[in-house]
C-alpha cells in the first residue's frame, strides 16, 4: 500500500485485498473519496466480494466517487448493477494479439530435446529470429 498526503487529499494505491482489508475497521474508508479499481474484469473472488461490499457502502455513503477501470469489460453490466452509474469511454487502440503454445515455440525455434540435454549452447543459433518470422 502506498499513501500520498496533502492538504486537503488522501491518495492511497492499494490492492483489493488491502482495500478488503480496510472495510474491516469501522471507520471503513475514512476519509477516502475516490476510490479507483483498475482492471476489474480480472475475476476474482476478492473483487467480487468488494464489488458487493461497495454496492452497498455507495448506498450509506454517496459522497464517495468510484471508478471501475477495464479495457475489457462489459461496462453497461457494471453500469446496471451499480444502479446506472456513468459509462465513460475513453477511446484508445488495440493491438492484435495471437495466442502461442510452447509446441508454437518448439516448431518456430526447431529446438529439441537433444539440444537441452547436450549442455551446450550457440547464443547466435539460440537467439536467431526464426527464417519465417511472421510464425511468431
Do not use: C
Not at 121 to 136: I, L, R, V
Amino acid at each position: 500500500m502506498e499513501i500520498h498526503i496533502a492538504n486537503e487529499l488522501l491518495q492511497v494505491y492499494a490492492t483489493t485485498g488491502i482495500v478488503l482489508r480496510m472495510l474491516e475497521n469501522a471507520d471503513g474508508l475514512g476519509d477516502i473519496t475516490h476510490l479507483v479499481i483498475d482492471e476489474v474484469h480480472e475475476r476474482s473472488i476478492d473483487t467480487d466480494f468488494l464489488l458487493i461490499i461497495l454496492r452497498s457502502l455507495l448506498l450509506r455513503k454517496p459522497d464517495l466517487k468510484v471508478v471501475l477501470m477495464s479495457a475489457t469489460v462489459d461496462a453497461q453490466k457494471f453500469s446496471t448493477y451499480l444502479d446506472g452509474a456513468p459509462i465513460i469511454d475513453v477511446p484508445g487502440r488495440t493491438h492484435p494479439v495471437r495466442a502461442m503454445f510452447l509446441e508454437d515455440a518448439v516448431e518456430a525455434t526447431g529446438h529439441t530435446n537433444e539440444d537441452a540435454s547436450s549442455g551446450t549452447t550457440n547464443d547466435d543459433e539460440e537467439f536467431a529470429e526464426p527464417e519465417d518470422s511472421s510464425t511468431w
